[in-house]
């Protein structure tokens, strides 16, 4: 599966953006869809995931601050982004049972 993500950009503290990653294949039976993210000198995190049920996973940094959704009729899912802030910028990677992984987009919070 080939994953596609996009909608990282500059934004201001307390601002939001809507990263997508849309797939090559249908995601209706992917048991996880994922958001990774990596900042400068840190490790890679998980910050949010579906998975199978409908179980939703928020990293305790981003909890109440982001939602993760997804459109099966799109082969895409998203990550809403609120309430951004500096220690949110990083590179964000989408990853479908964290074998296939898009490019990653990059979010910047920054006045």
């Known amino acids: 599966v080939q994953l596609q993500a996009s909608g990282g950009g500059l934004v201001q503290p307390g601002g939001s953006l809507r990263l997508s990653c849309t797939a090559s294949?249908?995601?209706?039976?992917?048991?996880?869809l994922a958001w990774f993210r990596q900042a400068p000198g840190k490790k890679r995190e998980m910050v949010s995931s579906i998975s199978t049920g409908e179980t939703l996973y928020y990293s305790a940094s981003v909890k109440g601050r982001f939602t993760i959704s997804r459109d099966n009729a799109k082969n895409t899912f998203y990550l809403q982004m609120d309430s951004l802030q500096p220690e949110d910028t990083a590179l964000y990677y989408c990853?479908?049972?964290?074998?296939?992984w898009g490019q990653g987009t990059l979010v910047t919070v920054s006045s």
């Open positions: 294949e249908s995601i209706a039976s992917v048991n996880v």
């Open positions: 990853s479908t049972d964290f074998t296939s």
